[in-house]
């Protein structure tokens, strides 16, 4: 009784975890040319939910979204990453608090260039944080693996 007792608990936390999930990452590549290739990371995030934008107002106390890519001699990154999404600038009047922040669904965009011909991949971490009207998650971190072929 006692390891069923142990063996529910389990399951439980698992499914508040699942639950308390709101945000699908996938990432992907699109060949540019020989040496350019565009890595996508795109965010699908349920329905009541908003994951914040890169850059924020003066005002917010929301975390951004932010994105560190592993150092390598092979690749080098182009410029800053890319927001492609419907951004919302949302305004709290009783906290007088703003945020930037999207629905449904954004893709970040970091424009990488092979410096030679060897196969690679990008790699890094991202982290971001999202709300509900009712509450917010702690921010969380995922690692990311981007082969480059």
């Not at 005002?59 to 092979?74: E, G, V």
């Amino acid at each position: 009784m006692k390891f069923f007792l142990i063996l529910l608990s389990f399951l439980g936390i698992g499914a508040v975890s699942v639950a308390q999930n709101p945000v699908a990452w996938s990432f992907t590549t699109k060949k540019i040319n020989d040496k350019t290739y565009e890595v996508h990371m795109t965010a699908v995030i349920q329905g009541g939910w908003h994951l914040y934008a890169q850059h924020q107002p003066k005002d917010a106390i929301a975390q951004p979204t932010t994105f560190q890519f592993n150092k390598s001699p092979l690749v080098s990154l182009e410029g800053p990453v890319k927001e492609l999404g419907k951004m919302e600038k949302f305004h709290d009047k009783e906290l007088d608090v703003s945020a930037n922040q999207y629905s449904s669904k954004v893709v970040f965009v970091q424009v990488v260039k092979l410096k030679g011909k060897a196969r690679t991949a990008v790699t890094g971490k991202l982290e971001y944080q999202t709300c509900n009207d009712e509450k917010c998650l702690p921010p969380k971190t995922i690692p990311f693996t981007i082969a480059l072929n």
